[in-house]
Nanobody
Framework: QVQLVESGGGLVQPGGSLRLSCAAS????????IGWFRQAPGKEREGVSI????????YYADFVKGRFTISRDNAKNMVYLQMNSLKPEDTAVYYC???????????????????WGQGTQVTVSS
């Protein structure tokens, strides 16, 4: 049974940093795309950063490029999202998700990701 558990969210001031973690179980990380989506109140869920199946390439939304870094530890079955220079508009619930996405066109549809964590709240505010 696939399980994804996020942690690391919280309240941070603008310009600060957070590191989100996603503990994965029930599958092999290498076999699926895995990454992060977010959803702010009143907005649709959007892709933030994903590692694709094909060649394990990393993809970032334009609004986080240069600030966020995704990484994966296959030995520990963990995925991380290092978030630096956070802005108030980064406030959202962040979800870890896995699915069959081979990269290419960005952003991927959330419908391609069949398994989701419960989400972790990130609030950027002074």
């Amino acid at each position: 049974q696939v399980q994804l558990v996020e942690s690391g969210g919280g309240l941070v001031q603008p310009g600060g940093s957070l590191r989100l973690s996603c503990a994965a179980s029930g599958f092999t990380l290498d076999d699926y795309a895995i990454g992060w989506f977010r959803q702010a109140p009143g907005k649709e869920r959007e892709g933030v950063s994903i590692i694709s199946i094909s060649e394990s390439r990393t993809y970032y939304a334009d609004f986080v490029k240069g600030r966020f870094t995704i990484s994966r530890d296959n030995a520990k079955n963990m995925v991380y999202l290092q978030m630096n220079s956070l802005k108030p508009e980064d406030t959202a619930v962040y979800y870890c998700a896995t699915g069959l996405w081979y990269g290419g066109s960005w952003p991927p549809s959330p419908e391609l990701f069949g398994d989701w964590g419960q989400g972790t709240q990130v609030t950027v505010s002074s």
